[in-house]
């Protein structure tokens, strides 16, 4: 069974920047995308950032120009760097990895989510 471990959210000012690790536990034959979502206060949950496993890279335009996903494969790991934060970028950030586990049957998993807050 594949699990998701979140870390890196916190309290940080406006201006400030902040890395978010998603690690994975579990065997797994091949890791697709990988992606970074959130979610505020009363608003949907929205994609932030995700990574292709070919290395495509796509971005939320609110965040374009200021977070950066990037993946390790050998170690099956999803980062998102954070600069210049906003107080809007306020939220609860979730990893998502979708994949083939040991069975050779797809997954699609989601990680506990970190909070982030941005003090203005």
């Known amino acids: 069974q594949v699990q998701l471990v979140e870390s890196g959210g916190g309290l940080v000012q406006a201006g400030g920047s902040l890395r978010l690790s998603c690690a994975t536990s579990?065997?797994?034959?091949?890791?697709?995308?990988m992606g970074w979502y959130r979610q505020a206060p009363g608003a949907q949950r929205e994609l932030v950032a995700s990574?292709?496993?070919?290395?495509?890279?796509n971005y939320a335009d609110s965040v374009k120009g200021r977070f950066t996903i990037s993946r390790d494969n050998t170690q099956n790991t999803v980062y998102l760097q954070m600069n210049s934060l906003k107080p809007e970028d306020t939220a609860v950030y979730y990893c998502?990895?979708?994949?083939?586990?040991?069975?050779?049957?797809?997954?699609?998993?989601w990680g506990q989510g970190t909070q982030v807050t941005v003090s203005s």
């Open positions: 998502n990895v979708g994949g083939i586990g040991f069975t050779y049957l797809p997954f699609n998993v």
């Open positions: 579990g065997i797994i034959r091949r890791v697709n995308a």
């Open positions: 990574v292709t496993s070919g290395g495509v890279l």
